[in-house]
C-alpha cells in the first residue's frame, strides 16, 4: 500500500492583492443561512495562497489548493486559473 495522504481542500476566488513576492492574495465569497433571519448572506474572507511564478494578476479567477504551512499566514497553493481577469 501507498501513503495514505489527507484529502486537501479547495476553493475558487478572485485575486485581490498580487504586491507580494511569490503570493497573492485569494479572496473567496461563500453564501450562508442567516439563523434567525432565515436569509442569505454573502460572506468573504481572504487568503494568501503561494504563486512561485508571480504570473497571476488582479482580477484573475483561481483555484486555491490547502498545503503544509509556507509561512506564518500561507497555508494555500494557487493550483490553476479559471478565467483571466479585466485588468490585464
Known sequence: MGVHQMPSR??????VSD??????????EKRVMH?????????HKKYAAHDATNSYKIGDFVKIIESRPISKTKTWVVDSLIKIGDKR
Open 10 to 15: 479547495i476553493l475558487q476566488g478572485f485575486v
Open 19 to 28: 504586491k507580494c513576492d511569490k503570493t497573492v492574495l485569494v479572496k473567496v
Open 35 to 43: 439563523p434567525i433571519y432565515k436569509k442569505y448572506v454573502k460572506k
